[in-house]
C-alpha cells in the first residue's frame, strides 16, 4: 500500500497576463499609465488527492477549475506553489521520472473534437505516443494495444482506420479517454468530459468510467459544472468560487449537509420530482469578473448571509469536521 497520495498540490497560484505591447511599456515608462490587468485563476490551493480516489470538482464557469486541471496534468506551469506526485515535488523530479509522471497523468478533454486531429485517423493518433514513447516495440504490438483500447471503451476496432468526423460526439469522447488510456496511466483529469454529450450518452460515458476505475484502480479528478452528475462518481467534492477552494466533503456529507452558502445555493437548483411545483431560479446575481473581484469573500454580493465582516476580510479555509473543510466566516451561524 502506498501511503503518499497521488497527487496533492500546495498554495497552488496561477496567474495570467497578456504581454504589454510596445506602446502600452512606453506609456507605463513615461506616464506610470497602468499595465494589461492580471486575472488571478487560482489562488493558494491545498488539495489532496488519495489512489484510487474520484475528486469531484465543481463550480461555474470562470472558476478556475480547469486551468487547476491543466497544472496538475503539467500542461500548464504554476505561477506559485507546487504540484506533489507521489510524494515527490514534480519540479524535482529528475528527466526519467518526469517522463513517467507526464504519462501516469492523462487528461480527458471537454470538447474532443477539437482535441482530436480531423487529419489524422483515429488508429494513428493512438499509435502515436506508443511509438514515440517506446512503450511498444513493435508494428504488432502496437496495433494489438491500439485494438484492446479502443475494444476497452465500447469501440469497434476496425474504426482505427476512420476521421474523428465520421463519429458522433459521445463516439469521439470514447475516442479521447481511448487515448488517455493507451500509455497505461494512473491518473486522469477529466475536464467536463460529458458536458458537450447528451443526456443518455452521459449516463454511457460515467459508467464507462466507473468501469475503468473497477478494472484498473485509476484516480479521477472529474471536472464538472453539475453537482448532480458528480454525485454520482465521487468520493469527496472540492468547490470551488472565483480561484479559490471554498468547500471540500465527502460526497455524501456534502449532499446531507452542505456549509458553504455557495454549496447550498447550488444544491437547491438541482432538478428534483421532490420540487416539481418549485419555480427554478439560479444563483443570486453574477460571477464577479476575476479582473477584479470583490473585497473580503468574493462570494458575499451574492450571499443572502453576508455580514459588514465577509464584506472586508477573506475567511480562511478551515476543518469543520471529519474530511470536511469550509471557508466561510458565518459557518457557525448559518
Known amino acids: 500500500m502506498i501511503d503518499a497520495p497521488i497527487i496533492s498540490v500546495e498554495d497552488l497560484s496561477r496567474k495570467f497576463q497578456r504581454p504589454p505591447v510596445l506602446a502600452e511599456r512606453l506609456l507605463h515608462m513615461v506616464f506610470n499609465s497602468k499595465l494589461p490587468p492580471v486575472v488571478n485563476a487560482v489562488i493558494d490551493m491545498d488539495l489532496t488527492i488519495a489512489h484510487n480516489e474520484v475528486m469531484g470538482l465543481v463550480g461555474e464557469s470562470g472558476c478556475g477549475k480547469s486551468t487547476l486541471g491543466r497544472m ?5 506551469p504554476p505561477t506559485k506553489g507546487q504540484v506533489v506526485y507521489e510524494g515527490t515535488d514534480v519540479s524535482d523530479l529528475s528527466s526519467a521520472d518526469k517522463l513517467a ?14 482535441s482530436l486531429n480531423p487529419r489524422q485517423k483515429i488508429g494513428d493518433m493512438i499509435a502515436e505516443p506508443l511509438q514515440v514513447h517506446g512503450i511498444t516495440t513493435s508494428r504488432a504490438e502496437t496495433i494489438a494495444r491500439v485494438d484492446q483500447v479502443l475494444d476497452e471503451v465500447g469501440l469497434d476496432p476496425d474504426y482505427k482506420s476512420r476521421f474523428p468526423h465520421q463519429f458522433s460526439g459521445g463516439q469521439r469522447q470514447r475516442i479521447g479517454i481511448a487515448r488517455a488510456l493507451a500509455v497505461n496511466p494512473k491518473f486522469l483529469v477529466c475536464d467536463e468530459p460529458i458536458a458537450a454529450l447528451d443526456v443518455s450518452i452521459q449516463a454511457q460515458v460515467i459508467n464507462l468510467f466507473m468501469d475503468l476505475r473497477d478494472n484498473h484502480g485509476f484516480t479521477y479528478l472529474f471536472i464538472s459544472h453539475d453537482l448532480s452528475v458528480v454525485r454520482h462518481i465521487a468520493d469527496r467534492i472540492a468547490i470551488m468560487y472565483l480561484g479559490r477552494l471554498v468547500e471540500l466533503a465527502p460526497t455524501h456529507e456534502l449532499f446531507a449537509e452542505p456549509a458553504h452558502p455557495y454549496t447550498q445555493a447550488l444544491l437547491g437548483e438541482i432538478p428534483s420530482i421532490k420540487r416539481r411545483r418549485r419555480k427554478f431560479q439560479a444563483v443570486k446575481g453574477e460571477l464577479p469578473s476575476p479582473l477584479d473581484p470583490p473585497p473580503g469573500c468574493t462570494f458575499h454580493p451574492r450571499c443572502s448571509h453576508a455580514r459588514s465582516r465577509c464584506k472586508e476580510e477573506a475567511p480562511v479555509l478551515r476543518t469543520i469536521g471529519p474530511e470536511r473543510q469550509c471557508a466561510c466566516h458565518l459557518i457557525n451561524k448559518i
Request: charge should be negative; glycine fraction near 6%; proline fraction near 5%.
Open 101 to 114: 509522471y507526464t504519462l501516469a497523468v492523462q487528461m480527458v478533454f471537454q470538447d474532443p473534437y477539437a
Open 72 to 76: 496538475i496534468s503539467g500542461i500548464l
